[in-house]
T-cell receptor, first 112, second 115 residues
Framework: EDQVTQSPEALRLQEGESSSLNCSYT??????LFWYRQDPGKGPEFLFT???AGEEKEKERLKATLTKKESFLHITAPKPEDSATYLC?????????????FGKGTLLTVNP | KAGVTQTPRYLIKTRGQQVTLSCSPI?????VSWYQQTPGQGLQFLFE???????NKGNFPGRFSGRQFSNSRSEMNVSTLELGDSALYLC??????????????FGNGTRLTVT
């Protein structure tokens, strides 16, 4: 069974204080690993897709990386507007079951 | 272009009742997936519909059911509500079934509270 574990559960940063969020996973044949941002009262918003170990993607202050067992979401010089819950999900390849398996998320709070 | 629309946004029901939630996908999207989000379990896949047929189903009891109409709108129904069914129910749409996670567009959910 596919599993995703995110850590820490919650993270408080000061504005400008860089850090990383972790997503550990086990999956039978990775089709893709996805990062989402979720604001209170909203649905998840897609950020990145990573397909293979060694791959990196960047968007503004966010950078996602992937190894064979985990992914990191690096946040450089965060701002208060980066405060949100960050979700990681994996999708197995092959067969007809394309469901996403999500981690429970990391609640990030950036204080001004 | 309108996003995924879920109605109602909030619902309060009593244990033992049943409830129906609605999801209108993005225009042109024909696949609709449903997820349950709770603090303890996170987001869990319920089922996926395409062309009015259920294509995949998660590990939820038979009290959870859904359907899709010819215009791709989808409804999910929960019968005999339990306290543990309190959750945010999210709908996601895509052009086709089996879309990658990057192609899913989520609605803002229906917050169901069971008392």
């Amino acid at each position: 069974e596919d599993q995703v574990t995110q850590s820490p559960e919650a993270l408080r940063l000061q504005e400008g204080e860089s850090s990383s969020l972790n997503c550990s996973y086990t999956v039978s044949g990775l089709r893709g690993l996805f990062w989402y941002r979720q604001d209170p009262g909203k649905g998840p918003e897609f950020l990145f897709t990573l397909y293979s170990a060694g791959e990196e993607k960047e968007k503004e202050r966010l950078k996602a990386t992937l190894t064979k067992k985990e992914s990191f979401l690096h946040i450089t010089a965060p701002k208060p507007e980066d405060s949100a819950t960050y979700l990681c999900a994996v999708q197995a390849g092959g067969g007809s079951n394309y469901k996403l398996t999500f981690g429970k998320g990391t609640l990030l709070t950036v204080n001004p | 272009k309108a996003g995924v629309t879920q109605t109602p946004r909030y619902l309060i029901k009593t244990r033992g009742q049943q409830v129906t939630l609605s999801c209108s996908p993005i225009s042109g999207h024909r696949s609709v997936s449903w997820y349950q989000q709770t603090p303890g379990q996170g987001l869990q896949f319920l089922f996926e519909y395409f062309s009015e047929t259920q294509r995949n189903k998660g590990n939820f009891p038979g009290r959870f059911s859904g359907r899709q109409f010819s215009n791709s709108r989808s409804e999910m129904n929960v019968s005999t509500l339990e306290l543990g069914d309190s959750a945010l129910y999210l709908c996601a749409s895509s052009f086709s079934p089996g879309a990658t996670g990057g192609s899913l567009h989520f609605g803002n959910g229906t917050r169901l509270t069971v008392t």
